[in-house]
């Protein structure tokens, strides 16, 4: 079982039930995940709420490629490769905004926010040498589902949809947070790790760690939320592999389709003030209990290969720096509403965010900590396997066709890697 792993092509370095450790630290290998997967796949790079007029943009990346997401006058999304067609300079360097396009602070060649090259200074020295609709910005295709845009450099992958697969179906759930509104974001922070990022995409369907990494966190809250995330011993606790390298780990079943509710479960007495502030709105207890019952997400983390994972309450994105640097953005969400209504639940959600996910929460330093610790240590013996094996012996395949197994387990990386394996064998 931990026999080292000697292979020369970086497929080979993957095994049903372990990985070599050199998958976090060979810089070739690194390398190699830019264009294989990062630049051949469908990668997240804006939600709806982030462009919700025409002309706002959001400035990202597709791996480690500047690009910039738009949104157009008539309202088409757009994501484009922030780099100018003359001599290359990056065209924006906010993260977002509001703009008619995008002109070159170096030779002022002006861009549409579609990408089409508008104008170019002093023109009289570019006769018989230029044609403008040749030179519009690189663009990448760019799909959307649920209000989740994503962007990919391979024009001829399978449709957004057909790659989520039935992951589809975990999204839609997600989003029911908004207790009946749309989801919008409230607010995003980033930091940096060093390790490497696969690091972190195992991390969100690791329920293993849970108790463990989060102690402190568990000792914080009430009772109530420390009885709702005691799943290490429930038997309905669990995660699915999707397809495609996305999973998800079902940590509170009663909460994973936030539409199924049968009016028994009670609302937590910390939110007794947020529900009086509700019904001075003049809300019914219908639409209160629907908000309040969703205040801490949804009772699952989906994890969407490569770089985004819906977790409980929050969207997490990572960014490959390098080897051995990763830069995670942490982005919370509430409902998008009447300001009466949404306002107070948005305050209180936020808060709860803060808790666990802030810079200044219990949780994020907590895993970056353990994310920093995985890296240092793979330093040693990298030819020596990660393993991946926890509840492989007792995973079994849902009525839906998922491999299953308990939410402590495993399955979520092995899907993952799966994924990775496949893309990176040598074309």
């Known amino acids: 079982m931990t026999d080292n792993i000697v292979a020369s092509a970086p497929a080979d370095l993957v095994r049903e039930d372990r990985v070599a450790g050199r998958l976090y630290t060979d810089p070739e290998i690194f390398e190699q995940e830019l264009t294989k997967i990062f630049e051949r796949t469908w990668v997240w790079v804006a939600h709806d709420s982030e462009l919700p007029r025409p002309g706002t943009f959001k400035s990202t990346f597709v791996g480690r490629q500047p690009v910039v997401v738009t949104r157009d006058r008539r309202g088409n999304v757009h994501t484009m490769v922030n780099r100018c067609r003359h001599r290359g300079a990056s065209l924006c360097e906010k993260p977002y905004g509001q703009a008619n396009g995008f002109t070159c602070p170096y030779h002022a060649w002006s861009y549409g926010l579609d990408g089409t090259l508008r104008g170019v200074p002093y023109p009289d020295g570019y006769e018989g040498v230029l044609d403008k609709r040749e030179l519009s910005l690189r663009k990448l295709r760019t799909e959307s589902f649920h209000g989740m845009i994503f962007a990919t450099f391979a024009e001829d992958i399978e449709p957004l949809e057909e790659f989520l697969g039935d992951a589809r179906l975990w999204i839609e759930r997600f989003f029911k947070q908004g207790g009946g509104y749309p989801v919008?974001?409230?607010?995003?922070?980033?930091?940096?790790?060093?390790?490497?990022?696969?690091?972190?995409?195992?991390?969100?369907?690791?329920?293993?760690?849970?108790?463990?990494?989060?102690?402190?966190?568990?000792?914080?809250?009430?009772?109530?939320?420390?009885?709702?995330?005691?799943?290490?011993?429930?038997?309905?606790?669990?995660?699915?592999?999707?397809?495609?390298?996305?999973?998800?780990?079902?940590?509170?079943?009663?909460?994973?389709?936030?539409?199924?509710?049968?009016?028994?479960?009670?609302?937590?007495?910390?939110?007794?003030?947020?529900?009086?502030?509700?019904?001075?709105?003049?809300?019914?207890?219908?639409?209160?209990?629907?908000?309040?019952?969703?205040?801490?997400?949804?009772?699952?983390?989906?994890?969407?290969?490569?770089?985004?994972?819906?977790?409980?309450?929050?969207?997490?994105?990572?960014?490959?720096?390098?080897?051995?640097?990763?830069?995670?953005?942490?982005?919370?969400?509430?409902?998008?509403?009447?300001?009466?209504?949404?306002?107070?639940?948005?305050?209180?959600?936020?808060?709860?965010?803060?808790?666990?996910?802030?810079?200044?929460?219990?949780?994020?330093?907590?895993?970056?900590?353990?994310w920093d610790r995985v890296q240092r240590g793979a330093r040693a013996v990298p030819e020596m396997p990660i393993l991946v094996n926890r509840g492989l012996a007792r995973e079994k395949t849902s009525p839906e066709g998922w491999p299953t197994s308990h939410v402590t387990d495993e399955t979520g990386m092995r899907a993952a890697y799966q994924q990775w394996k496949r893309m990176m064998h040598d074309d």
């Open 184 to 370: 919008k974001v409230l607010g995003r922070h980033r930091f940096r790790f060093r390790g490497n990022w696969k690091i972190q995409l195992e991390n969100t369907t690791d329920g293993y760690h849970f108790p463990i990494v989060h102690r402190s966190w568990m000792a914080s809250v009430d009772a109530e939320t420390a009885d709702m995330m005691s799943f290490m011993t429930d038997p309905a606790a669990i995660t699915h592999h999707l397809g495609n390298g996305h999973s998800v780990s079902v940590m509170v079943p009663d909460h994973a389709d936030l539409d199924a509710d049968d009016g028994t479960e009670p609302l937590q007495p910390r939110f007794d003030g947020l529900v009086a502030e509700l019904k001075q709105q003049g809300l019914d207890e219908a639409a209160i209990r629907k908000l309040v019952r969703a205040m801490h997400g949804t009772g699952s983390n989906l994890n969407l290969f490569p770089n985004v994972s819906m977790s409980i309450s929050f969207l997490r994105v990572l960014r490959p720096i390098s080897v051995d640097e990763t830069e995670i953005e942490h982005i919370a969400l509430g409902p998008d509403g009447p300001a009466g209504i949404v306002d107070p639940v948005n305050r209180e959600r936020l808060r709860i965010h803060e808790h666990f996910q802030g810079p200044f929460g219990f949780g994020t330093p907590d895993d970056a900590e353990g």
